[in-house]
């Protein structure tokens, strides 16, 4: 049978189970949010164990809690970032505004810990109080948005790798079939030659340019309000504890954090976050159209465009035998619709702030994190998965470019729009081809036929 202790705090007497590290504040935040059945996310639990860790080492320096105490704290912290102690965060990710059950579900779990590290007994706080030193000099105002930008940094961290590993998948596609021509194609119609190699260089691009944008995303979430407090005034905090914490936080984390240039504005303007998930928002929209393009470019195999065949992960139906699907794109696809949505969500919550606090701070602790991370794995799956398995049906797309009508715009400079049209008329009124139609109107000779249309030439691009 489930055995409990009784705990106390300002409200009253509360059962909390005898097993259970946490204490009454978050027992009694289970019993307010069985919303979703999601807990925070492993970044974010990181992250405030980091800034706990940072805070305790900073407070015993400057002499605001005993070295002991501050010592027990920062070992409860490392058992909890090793994994040794798992399923102590278990408020509901829809919770309190600001995120202070979330705190205070750290400040207790650490707090019962440390308490036993000293010899006490859990549930007592003799020794280590919640409040009083764990949380000595803290908010749930300063700690939780400096928690989230640094569960985001080290997302993005996550991200960019797999971003980076996706991109060179492109770059490399691009340098083995830079030589292999295809038909070019604008409102799904017939355009002008382009190679295999410019299509998936293009592609690389695209990512490498989300690459830079989330690097300076990055930059903004790297300045942290903690040391504000309750109201950015820094009341109840030490002199010389602000800088201490963050310094250790960034040694903890080897991350490059620094103090935010003003604390007030750190605390209550979330949109270094917007930014992120804008950045995110414009790579997810990016990638969602790689994907429609890679399961287009592959449809068929028989009646589709069939010019790039994809790794069988698979097999493609329950009822038709031999059929394989695109799916590492489509689950790609999903994951970009997804991250479409984090971001709406996002921005509302940036915009919900009122005077010194935003109290919508749990919904970004859930989503960023969330959309960091199956952005990022989407990428990994789609790189190894997928796209370093792609090859080209070179001979088809050559076939396809050498049938295009468009050819005809390689004419212009010689005899003008207007006549190159009607050579593309002649080419459609008798099903022929535009070299067979060019040929036909006499106005070139074989060589300069050859030379005008010669479709790796018309490929290259002009010097800027």
């Not at 400057?62 to 994994?83: E, F, K, P, T, Y």
């Not at 205070?104 to 000293?118: D, G, I, K, P, R």
């Not at 640094?150 to 961290?157: D, Y």
């Not at 859930?366 to 990994?380: C, Q, R, V």
């Amino acid at each position: 049978m489930q055995t409990f202790r009784i705990e106390k705090d300002s409200l009253g007497e509360v059962q909390v189970p005898s097993d259970a590290y946490y204490g009454a504040q978050t027992t009694r935040a289970i019993a307010n949010f069985p919303i979703s059945g999601l807990k925070p996310h492993r970044w974010f639990v990181r992250a405030t164990l980091e800034v706990k860790k940072a805070c305790a080492r900073a407070n015993g320096e400057v002499g605001a809690i005993r070295s002991d105490q501050a010592s027990a704290i920062v070992s409860a912290c490392d058992r909890l970032l090793a994994g040794e102690i798992p399923n102590q965060f278990v408020v509901d990710v829809y919770q309190a505004g600001a995120g202070t059950s979330h705190n205070m579900n750290a400040n207790e779990v650490l707090a019962n810990l440390a308490e036993e590290f000293l010899g006490g007994k859990r549930g007592e706080y003799k020794l280590v109080h919640p409040n009083d030193h764990v949380n000595y000099g803290q908010s749930t105002n300063d700690v939780i948005p400096t928690a989230i930008r640094v569960a985001a940094v080290i997302g993005l961290r996550e991200l960019l790798f797999s971003l980076d590993r996706l991109a060179t998948s492109f770059e490399l596609l691009a340098k083995k079939y830079s030589g292999a021509v295809k038909a070019g194609r604008t409102h799904l119609q017939d355009a002008v030659p382009i190679t295999f190699g410019q299509e998936f260089g293009g592609w690389g691009a695209a990512l490498r340019a989300a690459q830079r944008r989330l690097g300076d995303a990055e930059y903004h979430l790297r300045a942290l309000p903690l040391g504000g407090s309750a109201a950015g005034t820094g009341l109840g905090s030490e002199p010389g504890y602000r800088g201490r914490a963050i310094r250790y936080l960034a040694e903890q984390t080897r991350l490059p954090f620094v103090g935010a240039p003003d604390l007030f504005t750190g605390m209550w303007s979330l949109s270094p976050l917007s930014n992120l998930t804008g950045s995110l928002r414009d790579l997810a929209l990016d990638l969602g159209k790689i994907c429609d393009d890679i399961r287009l470019l592959a449809s068929g195999p028989r009646t589709g465009f069939n010019e790039i065949s994809l790794p069988a992960v698979q097999p493609g139906s329950s009822i038709m035998p031999g059929k394989v699907n695109p799916v590492l794109a489509e689950m790609t696809n999903m994951v970009c619709y997804q991250m479409r949505g984090i971001d709406v969500a996002v921005a509302a919550a940036v915009g919900a702030g009122q005077l010194q606090l935003n109290v919508m701070m749990p919904l970004l602790a859930w989503n960023i994190p969330h959309g960091l991370e199956i952005l990022g794995a989407a990428m990994g799956q789609l790189a190894s998965r997928c796209v370093d398995g792609i090859s080209v049906e070179v001979e088809r797309g050559e076939a396809f470019a050498a049938s295009s009508l468009s050819l005809v715009t390689a004419l212009n400079r010689k005899i003008g729009y207007a006549a190159a049209a009607e050579i593309a008329k002649t080419a459609i009124a008798e099903d022929i081809s535009v070299t067979d139609a060019v040929r036909k109107s006499g106005k070139f000779s074989e060589e300069e036929l050859k030379e005008l249309l010669d479709l790796l030439a018309m490929t290259r691009q002009p010097e800027a």
